[in-house]
């Protein structure tokens, strides 16, 4: 794994601030899951693609009850707005 030359301090609650180049060419924006692992001495950060739980759909998305539900399939299922 090449290094990119962009060192991040972690600070006293072990965070980092990821570069924001790195996230724009990953699509990772506030909110995003990423999913964290750790592959010899390197972490791997993976972004957690999140889809309808019924019709596998990446927009429109909404949590009922922890599940992701898309706008169409809330609709089909009847299901109150919650706007
Ligand atoms: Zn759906």
Redesign the pocket.
């Known amino acids: 794994m090449a290094s990119s030359g962009m060192a991040r301090k972690i600070d006293s609650l072990g965070r980092i601030v990821l570069p924001a180049e790195m996230r724009k060419q990953l699509d990772i924006g506030v909110g995003d899951l990423v999913d964290i692992s750790v592959e010899g001495r390197h972490f791997v950060l993976e972004k957690v693609e999140q889809?309808?739980?019924?019709?596998?759909?990446a927009e429109g998305?909404r949590e009922h009850q922890t599940k992701l539900?898309?706008?169409?399939?809330?609709k089909?299922l009847s299901l109150p707005s919650g706007d």
Request: net charge negative.
């Open positions: 889809h309808c739980v019924f019709c596998g759909a998305l539900i898309c706008a169409p399939c809330v089909e």
